[in-house]
């Protein structure tokens, strides 16, 4: 059986939290419908932990529906919620205000999602030297890896339904691991290997399959690049024979519009699944076979 306690105590919380803890009653699961919390930084965490946790968890996605998870600000009550969730599942530097709520609420019940793979280093032109790339999910086989590790914490912490935890997450790892043999048979032969990008959201994609990522600007998808690299990207477009700059779904395609003017090339939404738009049908699945539908046409793979 599950026990509640409150592991967000107001002697470490900011006056605000405090007084919010104590109008909301400490350890109160509203919305839940008494189902023990697992909180989710963004979209794909939350897909994941929607299909492993099954009936046990109630799965809240700490970003909205078509925002840009890298901009995320928590509210005093969704500290709260990671505070008392049974688990905070995230990926650390993605979010700032996520790590800094998971560090100072939620050390002791967090699954970073990034601490059960081997990384890639984030772009060499990032500020944060030493960094990893965080997007991870846009790898099938290492989100597999994730799928398996949430499957066991879950287990831990419900041990009574151990079985069915580690089973959902079973099937999971099968249809991402097809989904990974869909990707490497389409991907195998292509004109092109460069996938020139808004912001560098496809290491782990490029990695995977044997392309080359050339992002505008870092992992910020708001950073401005600079006019020097505007006219660097537009040389590369040309020398390569690049027809193609993907922008995405919830960041601005600014910079990419511009850079295609320059280069003389055309744009193609090229979606990193870092969220959904509210009312889409879309899931994970959907959105990655979209994406190599639209590499396979750029790349000219046969």
Partial sequence: MFTHTCSVRSRILPIALAALLVA??????????????????????????????GPGFYVQNLT???????DLELTPRQVIDVGESKLAFYIKGVQPAVDKAVRQHAKNHSLDAESV????????????DGAADPHLWLDPSRFATVATALGERLARIDGENAAGYRAR????????NALDAEFRTGLRTCARKEIVTGHAAFGYLAARYGLTQVGIAGLDPEAEPSPQRIAEMTRLIRRTGATIVFTE???SPKTADTLAR?????????????????????????????DLATLRTALGCS
Wanted: glycine residues 10%.
């Fill in 24 to 53: 909301c009653g400490c350890g109160a699961r509203a919305g839940t419908g008494g189902k023990p919390r697992l909180t989710a930084a963004f979209y794909p965490l939350a897909w994941l932990a929607a299909q492993v946790a």
């Fill in 64 to 70: 909205k529906p078509g925002a840009e998870p890298h």
């Fill in 117 to 128: 793979v081997t990384t890639l280093p984030a772009p060499q032109d990032e500020a944060n």
């Fill in 169 to 176: 997450a079973a099937q999971v790892v099968t249809r991402l």
């Fill in 249 to 251: 779904t919830l960041a």
């Fill in 262 to 290: 320059e280069a003389g090339v055309r744009t193609e939404v090229l979606d990193p699944v870092e969220g959904v738009r509210p009312g889409s049908h879309d899931d994970y699945f959907s959105i990655m076979r979209r």
